[in-house]
């Protein structure tokens, strides 16, 4: 199953928010929300000039996908490797707004795009901008790291949507609240994923991305 960006997978989160926008109640706190943070960058809220002037200046790069594969990437890398990489899909963020984040332990491992079946070309990939201030320790805001063990994730979030030998994703799916309690159409919609891939038992990879609809 693809990211939450692709589009058939779009449809069927809105079908979800429409079923829970029909059941009485509330809709319960999204566990996944504070994982949509890292550093200074909020997904759907940083821009990638505000990440700039919050992170320092880096390269922006179209990764040359098109339809739901296009989007734009920039990275950062700590002293001891770990990259930082943010995307702002097309279609979600328009190529400005950062929908997609990937804490990775090597550059090598950054996708620079939330279509999991595009490959961006080498010439593609941006170049990574020094942080001295990421590394191995950097966490999300609800405290997910790269070299954390599966039980560790497990604490923090639970059981897993979808889980393989070695990765494990986490999806949600809630209503946004509309401006008039009065409109009987169903209301927006927001889709958060969260992605770690293990190697050798611990934590290389983190991806998590956010989209709402309009």
């Known amino acids: 199953m693809a990211l939450l960006a692709n589009g058939a997978l779009r449809t069927a989160a809105l079908v979800v928010a429409v079923a829970v926008s029909d059941r009485a109640g ?3 706190a999204d566990r996944l ?28 790069r179209h990764n040359g996908g098109d339809a739901a594969a296009s989007a734009t990437a920039a990275c950062y890398v700590g002293v001891d490797g770990t990259v930082l990489a943010l995307v702002s899909n097309s279609e979600m963020g328009g190529g400005s707004t950062v929908t997609h984040y990937e804490l990775v332990a090597r550059e090598s491992r950054a996708a620079y795009s939330d279509e999991p ?4 070309p080498a010439g593609r990939r941006p170049r990574c901008a020094r942080l001295a201030s990421l590394s191995r320790a950097t966490t999300t805001g609800g ?9 560790d994730v497990r604490r923090l979030l639970g059981r897993a949507t979808r889980a393989a030998g070695r990765h494990a994703v986490y999806e949600s799916v809630i209503e946004v609240p509309k401006a008039s309690r009065d409109d009987a159409e ?3 919609w ?25």
């Open 26 to 28: 509330a809709a319960p």
């Open 33 to 60: 929300e504070v994982h949509t943070r890292v550093l200074a960058v909020v997904l759907e809220r940083t821009t990638f000039a505000d990440a700039e002037r919050l992170l320092g200046p880096t390269e922006t």
């Open 117 to 120: 079946d595009y490959v961006v």
């Open 143 to 151: 405290g997910l790291r790269l070299g954390m063990r599966m039980d």
């Open 186 to 188: 169903p209301g927006p």
């Open 190 to 214: 927001r889709a958060r994923s969260v992605r770690v891939e293990l190697e050798r038992g611990v934590v290389v990879a983190i991806r998590v991305e956010q989209i709402t609809s309009h």
